[in-house]
């Protein structure tokens, strides 16, 4: 079964797009003239060419986990995709990457007070530190951490790179005296402050500072973020929960750490998706023009 057989979030995210297509009056199994129809109409709604390409292979995936030949690989859907990139500008706007003094301002402006804070501080600085995918860092469970003198060791069981429930780690150091924030610390703060003794380390939260039993969502946090950017005063950054992991491979390539350092923490096994994370904050950063002398 395809539920079997790829990652839950993909599933959802299949179904939905197959939601959009019946919807718009599409028909299943479909034929490559219906969708190179279908897409053509949904880009004159303004649909984002990676919208439309996602579509398609939503598409793909159901003929294909259906036994049944694939429309979407034809000559005529893929020449109508071709003209919508021709048309369209295809410079799709990417998380920028927060950098450490962003997080830094970040967390300062949090409440350590606040049971709510002090939860979204340690889901910050573990999504930076670990360069989690917001999806990851929610799934955590207290059992999935293992305690060191050095730090913590975070074991994931899925990501989106990781279907097959292999076992992966990351691990994040605990930050010297003089740091103002320590990853390890902030975490600890947040798991004696709400008494959580096993299960999900970050959960919901009533707005009368009662804790949920259940974990927190991915959407959760991103709304959890947008607020705590606003009191910091970066919302024009336009920071989204994937800047912590855009922010931490940026921040550690621009510190001469090497890339296979940095693929450990953030779990990159393909190069060319790797590469693209690194974000030149600052255009005349780590230029190859940079010497002194002739």
């Not at 090497?258 to 790797?274: A, C, E, L, N, Y």
Request: hydrophobic share 40%.
């Amino acid at each position: 079964m395809l539920a079997n057989s790829v990652a839950p979030n993909t599933v959802r995210a299949m179904r939905a797009d197959l939601k959009v297509y019946r919807q718009a009056g599409g028909r299943l199994p479909a034929t490559d003239t219906e969708i190179a129809n279908y897409l053509s109409q949904q880009n004159l709604l303004g649909k984002k060419p990676a919208t439309l390409e996602r579509y398609a292979n939503s598409l793909h995936m159901w003929h294909r986990y259906m036994n049944l030949p694939s429309p979407v690989h034809t000559m005529a859907v893929r020449s109508v995709m071709r003209g919508i990139k021709r048309t369209r500008d295809m410079r799709q706007a990417s998380a920028p990457a927060l950098r450490l003094e962003d997080l830094l301002t970040l967390l300062a402006a949090m409440d350590p007070n606040t049971l709510h804070d002090l939860r979204d501080s340690a889901a910050f600085a573990l999504s930076f530190y670990g360069a989690f995918r917001r999806s990851e860092v929610v799934a955590i469970g207290l059992q999935d951490i293992e305690w060191k003198p050095q730090g913590i060791i975070i074991t994931l069981h899925h990501s989106k790179t990781n279907q097959s429930g292999r076992v992966e780690t990351k691990s994040i150091r605990r930050a010297a005296a003089d740091v103002p924030f320590c990853p390890v610390a902030l975490l600890e703060a947040w798991i004696q402050a709400s008494g959580i003794q096993r299960g999900a380390i970050f959960r919901g939260i009533s707005l009368a500072g009662r804790l949920g039993a259940g974990r927190m969502t991915d959407h959760a946090l991103y709304t959890r973020m947008k607020r705590a950017l606003k009191r910091a005063k970066l919302a024009d950054k336009g920071f989204s929960p994937h800047s912590f992991r855009a922010g931490f491979i940026t921040e550690a390539h621009l510190r001469g750490k090497s890339d296979t350092q940095i693929k450990r923490v953030s779990g990159h096994r393909d190069q060319k998706s790797f590469e693209r994370y690194i974000r030149i904050a600052d255009e005349f950063e780590d230029h190859a023009g940079d010497w002194d002398t002739i």
